[in-house]
């Protein structure tokens, strides 16, 4: 090897590591001025990997809005007030807003754009901040968690200082900290925050944990405080919240008066207005209060479903599959069988079984064994959906001689499929029922029966009441569900019951996704920077 040779490869080499040193230089300014001002920290930030993608360009006017609303307090509360300038903090005033009452549409990034903010005030914060975000409940606690884990995802080297345990994010060097809570927990009374984040505070159940964490941000002058939300029901404390916010001069108020963002395409929201009662639509897509939930069904749609040529029957026919759900209820509610088949164009109903428990007697689960075992005797290929919640023994004991398929009627997915189907499947007439379908039975021993005086007795009360009695709800994961008045009176079970047997009629989990389709591609690593 010649000398030659030898100097040109160090020569290289030094070359090589020159560079390379200009690259870590590079990126090391680059990740200062990142976290000199959020507005840079927003430049910087990627929303995915493949293909590559940056928030600077996809970012629309109407979240520049709101995140220069907070910038001015966020620098204040991290230590960086100096870096208030024109440059950093554009169009904003350099007194700093530290409340923020932001109101949305669905899917317009909510929880993503607060995320971004979290992220920031957590790493470049230069002494350590305590934060507390609020949700309504533990699935849209986990949501905002999810949303921050994706930046550190996309962004491994702006954001290599979070670390994640369960509940709460933490800088693993400075020791700032987020606590996730929901409101479905204990009072926060007592805790003393930086910043408090409420998500989704026109869902919550009530306006404890509200009032608690208002007072609690009261305790230090600098501590920010934000609510973000979709437009709610009813004119509670929610919405005193938000009309208080809209007047004050020292909070900033945001309202989106209809769908803005690019990645909601005009055949998703034609979807959703097909599917969602009118009022439930407007809130959730128009960002309209509405003065009650959206009712399920009119009883007029419900009683268009009423076949005068079907009649309850007592026995199937061969060659046909049959569907069979079991709604349980051992006091108060009605506990209630139901048999269904699809005849190729539509879900017949064959007949429904209630009991009502009287005020000194409940409703004992022998009714269901036995009304499993004379449904089986009397009905070839049938099939049985029962809540595992209220019968696991039962389907423990019985599921080794039918064939039963347990269904989670309490759980978030399984409901919303459960509602939107059966409500599609009456609003086109795709189901199909007796009349008097769903009358009860005066006695809990009455099995495969029905007491012919039971309507003279009382106001009328069968399937088709019922369904047009129900409300349609909406969580704050935007899954809906159907659900009756706490008065007493009203029932839901009938309905759930035929809900699930229609689920698994007609295929179900396919349609149980709560999210709609939108052209906005998702970043590697699963969840989208622009969640719902």
């Avoid at 069968?462 to 706490?486: A, P, W």
Wanted: charge should be neutral; glycine fraction near 6%.
């Amino acid at each position: 090897m010649s000398k030659r040779s030898g100097r040109n490869r160090s020569f290289h080499r030094h070359e090589r590591l020159a560079i390379q040193a200009k690259l870590i230089h590079r990126r090391q300014r680059q990740q200062a001025l990142a976290m000199s001002s959020p507005p840079h920290f927003r430049q910087r930030l990627a929303l995915s990997l493949s293909p590559k993608r940056y928030l600077r360009y996809e970012i629309q006017a109407w979240q520049i809005n709101d995140f220069q609303a907070l910038d001015t307090a966020w620098l204040h509360l991290a230590g960086r007030a100096s870096a208030v300038t024109t440059e950093t903090i554009s169009a904003t005033s350099p007194v700093p807003i530290r409340r923020a009452y932001i109101e949305r549409p669905r899917g317009h990034s909510k929880t993503s754009d607060m995320a971004i903010q979290i992220a920031w005030i957590l790493l470049s914060a230069r002494t350590p901040v305590n934060g507390v975000a609020a949700a309504a409940d533990r699935e849209q606690a986990a949501l905002l968690l999810r949303a921050i884990q994706n930046l550190k995802h996309v962004n491994p080297t702006l954001c290599g200082d979070l670390s994640f345990v369960e509940g709460a994010v933490r800088n693993s060097r400075t020791g700032s900290r987020l606590d996730l809570i929901s409101s479905d927990v204990g009072s926060s009374y007592g805790i003393l925050p930086d910043f408090v984040i409420c998500d989704e505070l026109s869902h919550w159940p009530g306006p404890d944990l509200w009032y608690s964490l208002l007072s609690s941000a009261a305790k230090k002058p600098s501590c920010v405080l934000a609510v973000l939300t979709n437009a709610g029901v009813g004119r509670g404390w929610a919405w005193d919240v938000r009309e208080n916010a809209s007047r004050s001069p020292d909070w900033y108020f945001s309202s989106l008066d209809r769908p803005l963002a690019h990645w909601i395409t005009e055949q998703s929201l034609a979807e959703q207005k097909a599917m969602l009662p009118p009022a439930v639509y407007e809130r959730l897509w128009l960002n309209r209060w509405q003065h009650s939930d959206g009712e399920f069904v009119s009883l007029t749609e419900a009683e268009a479903c009423i076949d005068p040529q079907l009649d309850r029957v007592n026995s199937g026919q061969p060659g046909i599959q049959y569907m069979a759900a079991i709604d349980y209820a051992e006091k108060h509610d009605f506990t209630v069988g139901v048999i269904c088949h699809h005849d190729g164009q539509r879900i017949i109903v064959d007949r429904m079984d209630v009991v009502r428990p009287s005020p000194l007697d409940t409703t004992p689960t022998a009714w269901v064994e036995e009304w499993i075992e004379i449904a089986a005797s009397r009905f070839p290929s049938i099939r049985f959906v029962i809540d595992e919640y209220q019968m696991l023994s039962l389907i423990q004991k019985l599921e080794t001689n039918y064939s039963i398929k347990r269904f989670q009627f309490l759980g978030g997915k399984g409901n919303h499929g459960l509602a939107i189907t059966l409500r599609q499947l009456i609003l086109h007439r795709k189901v199909a029922w007796y009349p008097g379908c769903g009358e009860y039975s005066t006695e809990p021993d009455s099995l495969w029966s029905v007491d012919p005086l039971a309507a003279q007795w009382a106001e009328r009360d069968d399937l088709s009441t019922e369904l047009s009695s129900l409300l349609l709800r909406q969580s704050s994961s935007g899954r809906v569900r159907i659900d009756h008045k706490s008065d007493g009176i009203h029932h839901d079970d009938r309905s759930f019951a035929l809900g699930a047997a229609c689920l698994e009629l007609v295929d179900g989990p396919e349609i149980s996704n709560p999210h709609i389709e939108v052209t906005q591609p998702r970043p590697d690593g699963g969840f989208a920077i622009w969640n719902f």
